[in-house]
């Protein structure tokens, strides 16, 4: 084992800079997932079948396909149409296509937005009746049921499961290296070993730097099910 190569400083650099693209791909895509993930997840447990069924129809074909095959078809496929091409330039809109970036980061925010919003529809299903019939008994508006105790509620369920997802694309985002440009953890994990065909440290090395993300993560998601998941944990009768 060659380690020293490792630690050389521009390997370690090499290293750093691909785990600060993986973390903002992995912020990115939450975010812009998670938020998308709350009006589709309502839809999905809409009694209207034309709000459920398409929203239906989109987390079934995510779901039901590899993110790397969805990251090719965006950034293979969708980005490089004429019709957007030619539109690169003249509008805002399809600038973000230039960006191998902003292309990865579609492919996994559409992806996490998918498991997220069957999440939180699971999460809306499964709570209880009981408080459901208290705030409307309290004269709550529909509006503010939703806002005051649905969501909050099925929010804090989700928790745990969320968490998983979370872990989940942290280690997809090392897809990410399957587009030009884009250099992640793998990338550069790839780069040490085309240069200096050092699979074992490489990798070894890359896998760590994962193990140690999802080790914080983990212990993160812990925090917050421990403060926001409280009340639902069994009281002692001592």
């Given at each position: 084992?060659?380690?020293?190569?490792?630690?050389?400083?521009?390997?370690?650099?090499?290293?750093?800079?691909?785990?600060?693209?993986?973390?903002?791909?992995?912020?990115?895509?939450?975010?812009?997932?998670?938020?998308?993930?709350?009006?589709?997840?309502?839809?999905?447990?809409?009694?209207?079948?034309?709000?459920?069924?398409?929203?239906?129809?989109?987390?079934?074909?995510?779901?039901?396909?590899?993110?790397?095959?969805?990251?090719?078809?965006?950034?293979?496929?969708?980005?490089?149409?004429?019709?957007?091409?030619?539109?690169?330039?003249?509008?805002?809109?399809?600038?973000?296509?230039?960006?191998?970036?902003?292309?990865?980061?579609?492919?996994?925010?559409?992806?996490?937005?998918?498991?997220?919003?069957?999440?939180?529809?699971?999460?809306?299903?499964?709570?209880?009746?009981?408080?459901?019939?208290?705030?409307?008994?309290?004269?709550?508006?529909?509006?503010a049921r939703l806002r005051r105790?649905?969501?909050?509620?099925?929010?804090?369920?989700?928790?745990?499961?969320?968490?998983?997802?979370?872990?989940?694309?942290?280690?997809?985002?090392?897809?990410?290296?399957?587009?030009?440009?884009?250099?992640?953890?793998?990338?550069?994990?790839?780069?040490?070993?085309?240069?200096?065909?050092?699979?074992?440290?490489?990798?070894?090395?890359?896998?760590?730097?994962?193990?140690?993300?999802?080790?914080?993560?983990?212990?993160?998601?812990?925090?917050?099910?421990?403060?926001?998941?409280?009340?639902?944990?069994?009281?002692?009768?001592?």
């Amino acid at each position: 084992m060659e380690f020293d190569v490792i630690a050389r400083p521009e390997n370690l650099r090499l290293f750093w800079d691909g785990t600060v693209q993986s973390l903002a791909l992995l912020l990115v895509s939450l975010l812009a997932g998670g938020v998308l993930s709350v009006p589709l997840a309502l839809a999905r447990v809409s009694r209207t079948a034309w709000l459920r069924g398409p929203v239906w129809a989109f987390t079934y074909v995510m779901r039901g396909t590899p993110l790397l095959i969805q990251l090719y078809l965006i950034y293979y496929g969708l980005a490089q149409t004429e019709f957007i091409q030619s539109r690169w330039d003249d509008s805002w809109l399809w600038q973000g296509f230039k960006n191998s970036f902003f292309c990865a980061a579609l492919a996994f925010a559409l992806n996490t937005c998918a498991y997220t919003t069957e999440l939180l529809a699971g999460a809306i299903r499964e709570l209880p009746k009981g408080e459901l019939e208290a705030a409307q008994a309290c004269g709550l508006s529909p509006w503010a049921r939703l806002r005051r105790i649905v969501l909050p509620a099925a929010l804090r369920r989700s928790l745990p499961g969320y968490s998983n997802e979370v872990i989940m694309m942290l280690h997809s985002t090392s897809l990410a290296s399957a587009v030009p440009a884009l250099l992640d953890i793998t990338g550069a994990a790839r780069s040490i070993y085309a240069e200096f065909y050092l699979p074992f440290e490489a990798f070894i090395t890359a896998g760590l730097i994962y193990a140690s993300l999802t080790a914080v993560l983990v212990g993160l998601f812990r925090l917050a099910e421990q403060r926001w998941l409280a009340y639902l944990r069994p009281r002692s009768t001592h």
